[in-house]
């Protein structure tokens, strides 16, 4: 059981540039999220879901799109990069509306 | 805006002693209550959730929420420099009648366990 997987780890972009940060869960959950955390600070959400096909902004969802076509993946898009979006991503999951979240291990994203 | 507010920090506190971490919430509809502790360059671990008004004990942690007061902490007993550590409170926020559900966190707080 993997839980949730997150690729790439680490990705250092040019201004500009686009990239996807890739999120999978094999637990069959139906809320995934995506946050990003800046140095010595809590956490943003960006984006989630509530269901393949079903998406809704977070706090912090300028400069980012999502897609939810299957329940097993949620892919952050980012398009052209600024370094304002150098952070740590993280992706989690959950069953049901009371239950716990489970996380990702992060992608390190630099803009430079 | 729906927010959660914690004290930045750092606390630091003696081995032995009792950590307070405290947590308050500005959405009166919020249902679910977490606390998680996040090492230094490692993701979020949950360590506690709570539901309803009170207490709610496991080992040497204990959540206490007061939904009038919109106030939640987490009191770690014994403490130990393993639990050093940025601590996480989060929050729920439901759309009323829909099935859109988001979890909102807080900033952090830094506990520093003295040996």
């Known amino acids: 059981n993997a839980g949730v997987t997150q690729t790439p780890k680490f990705r250092i972009l040019k201004i500009g540039q686009s990239m996807t940060l890739q999120c999978t869960q094999d637990m069959n959950h139906n809320y995934m999220y995506w946050y990003r955390q800046d140095p010595g600070m809590g956490l943003k959400l960006i984006y989630y879901s509530v269901g393949a096909g079903i998406t809704d902004k977070g706090e912090v969802p300028n400069g980012y799109n999502v897609s939810r076509s299957t329940t097993e993946d949620f892919p952050l898009r980012l398009e052209l990069a600024a370094p304002s979006q150098t952070s740590v991503y993280f992706c989690a999951s959950r069953q049901g509306a009371t239950d716990t979240q489970y996380f990702g291990p992060g992608t390190r994203l630099t803009v430079l | 805006q729906k927010e959660v507010e914690q004290n930045s920090g750092p606390l630091s506190v003696p081995e032995g002693a009792i950590a307070s971490l405290n947590c308050t919430y500005s959405?009166?509809?919020?249902?679910?209550f977490f606390w998680y502790r996040q090492y230094s360059g490692k993701s979020p671990e949950l360590i506690m959730f709570?539901?309803?008004?009170g207490d709610k004990e496991d080992g040497r942690f204990t959540a206490q929420l007061n939904k009038a007061s919109q106030y939640v902490s987490l009191l770690i007993r014994d403490s130990q420099p393993s639990d050093s550590a940025t601590y996480l409170c989060?929050?729920?926020?439901?759309?009323?009648?829909?099935?859109?559900?988001?979890?909102?966190f807080g900033p952090g707080t830094s506990l520093s366990v003295i040996p």
């Open positions: 989060a929050v729920n926020w439901k759309k009323m009648k829909t099935s859109y559900d988001k979890v909102i």
């Open positions: 709570i539901y309803s008004n």
């Open positions: 959405d009166r509809g919020s249902q679910s």
